[in-house]
């Protein structure tokens, strides 16, 4: 099993950056796929989450309406689309798959990716 996380990098506040996700080792279509982040020092959280074909999405409260998750079952990919970055967003990001049905809870998580980091400048 693999999830291998990319996009990640600097930008100023206000910018967009989107991040992917390859998926491999695993029947990607019946599992629910999830973003979430770290930033130093502090617990990892729940940032969005798709179901398994994608009809429904689930964010937290402070990304909602600035990040869209996506995932493309044909390519095995999902994707984390951010606009609007605020430097509080900075954090190491991670995908993470899911069998289960919660999916803000980090322990709940069947499979886990390397993070990607992202810094955003003020």
């Known amino acids: 099993v693999q999830l291998q996380a990319s996009g990640g990098g600097l930008v100023q506040a206000g910018g967009s950056l989107r991040l992917s996700c390859a998926a491999s080792?695993?029947?990607?279509?019946?599992?629910?796929m999830v973003w979430f982040r770290q930033a130093p020092g502090k617990e990892r959280d729940f940032v969005a989450g798709i179901s398994e074909v994608g009809a429904t999405t689930y964010y937290s409260d402070s990304v909602k309406g600035r990040f869209t998750i996506s995932r493309d079952n044909a390519k095995n990919m999902v994707y984390l689309q951010m606009n609007t970055l605020k430097p509080e967003d900075t954090a190491v990001y991670y995908c993470?798959?899911?069998?289960?049905?919660?999916?803000?809870?980090?322990?709940?998580?069947?499979?886990w990716g390397k993070g990607t980091q992202v810094t955003v400048s003020s």
């Open positions: 993470a798959a899911t069998a289960g049905s919660r999916l803000s809870e980090s322990n709940g998580m069947n499979y």
């Open positions: 080792g695993f029947t990607f279509r019946a599992y629910r």
